[in-house]
């Protein structure tokens, strides 16, 4: 098990830059050592602006794009132009600038009637990528990028839903009655595969989440993010904000760049 550490940053805006530094640490690392940098995005307003960031000219140009393959962790049930698409913002804020080759950007298709068959093929076409067969354990993504919601949901794992519960499926629909909706996700058997998982959390909003998530004792049916515990590292990118939720006896260790 990888190291567990929570980075306070001053505000969302440092949260970005540092989220920036750890892709640009990870993509060297993984393509010197395995040819390949594989990326699970997020959606939500934190990553737009690291996405942003990547897409600068002098960060770009640093990046070994040719190489990096950017996959999705979760996505609603709409179309990949509508504003709510986790796709959309991620193209608006980075795709249109870069140039990965053909075929290494994969997005999930929320728009499909059958969501079901859209997990099952987004499971084929990951399994594709790595070189595994898609009926084994899952494999390891290099970073994956996680959000927090104010429920303490992450990718589209939400409070009392059906997907907490797979530990089979890399990808599965799930249906989320408090929203009203079906929504596209990763399960926490791919999630917890993976070689480093970060969280990008700011915000007042996001305190008291973020106490129930870091507890000593909780359960993941009313605090999914409770359910990440990867087998490489994990790391709380979050803002001063948002650390003022941090139980005094929790276990992971604090890095306080807030000053």
């Known amino acids: 098990m990888g190291d567990r550490v929570i980075s306070i940053m001053a505000d969302a805006e440092s949260v970005a830059r540092e989220a920036l530094s750890l892709w640009c640490r990870h993509a060297t690392e993984s393509v010197a050592a395995r040819g390949a940098f594989r990326v699970l995005l997020s959606g939500g307003s934190t990553p737009r602006r690291l996405f942003q960031l990547l897409a600068e000219d002098s960060t770009m140009e640093q990046l070994p794009w040719e190489s990096t393959h950017l996959f999705w962790g979760d996505e609603r049930a709409v179309p990949s132009d509508h504003q709510d698409s986790n796709y959309r913002m991620t193209r608006e804020a980075l795709l249109n600038n870069i140039s990965p080759p053909p075929g290494q950007v994969q997005r999930l298709e929320g728009e499909r009637a059958n969501l079901?068959?859209?997990?099952?093929?987004?499971?084929?076409?990951?399994?594709?990528?790595?070189?595994?067969?898609?009926?084994?354990?899952?494999?390891?993504f290099d970073l994956v990028f996680l959000g927090m919601g104010?429920?303490?949901?992450?990718?589209?794992?939400?409070?009392n839903t059906q997907a907490l519960n797979e530990t089979d499926k890399w990808f599965v629909a799930n249906e989320v009655p408090q929203l009203g909706t079906r929504?596209?996700?990763?399960t926490y058997r791919l999630l917890n595969a993976a070689r480093a998982v970060v969280f990008l959390v700011a915000g007042s909003d996001k305190a008291a989440p973020l106490s129930r998530v870091l507890a000593p004792t909780g359960d993941i049916v009313t605090a999914p993010s409770?359910?990440?515990?990867?087998?490489?590292?994990?790391?709380?990118?979050?803002?001063?904000?948002?650390?003022?939720?941090?139980?005094?006896?929790?276990s992971l260790r604090i890095s306080n760049h807030a000053g």
Do not use: K, N
């Not at 929504?183 to 990763?186: G, I, K, P, V």
């Not at 087998?231 to 803002?239: C, E, K, N, P, Q």
């Open 150 to 159: 104010t429920d303490a949901h992450t990718a589209s794992l939400f409070p």
């Open 183 to 186: 929504r596209l996700t990763a």
């Open 116 to 140: 079901d068959a859209a997990a099952h093929d987004y499971q084929s076409a990951v399994a594709h990528s790595f070189g595994v067969a898609e009926d084994m354990p899952p494999p390891a």
């Open 226 to 250: 409770r359910g990440i515990s990867p087998f490489g590292s994990l790391t709380w990118v979050i803002d001063r904000a948002a650390a003022a939720g941090i139980p005094t006896d929790c």
